[in-house]
């Protein structure tokens, strides 16, 4: 069912290497939760601030 060919793909062509990914430093992946966080607690609380902010103009051009 299965054809090995040992390494080479169709037409008798070597297949290329993956690559593999990048890992990220302890600190990398620090900065990267941080900022998930961050945008996390944006997500929630600046629609709040924006509407309070827009509440705020508007009242002044009454």
Do not use: C
Not at 8 to 34: I, T, Y
């Amino acid at each position: 069912m299965y054809l090995d060919t040992n390494g080479h793909g169709p037409g008798g062509q070597p297949e290329r290497e993956r690559r593999q990914r990048p890992e990220l430093s302890l600190n990398e992946q620090k900065v990267l939760f941080w900022i998930a966080g961050l945008n996390i607690v944006l997500l929630l609380v600046a629609p709040i601030g924006g509407a309070t902010l827009f509440d705020v103009v508007t009242a002044w051009f009454r």
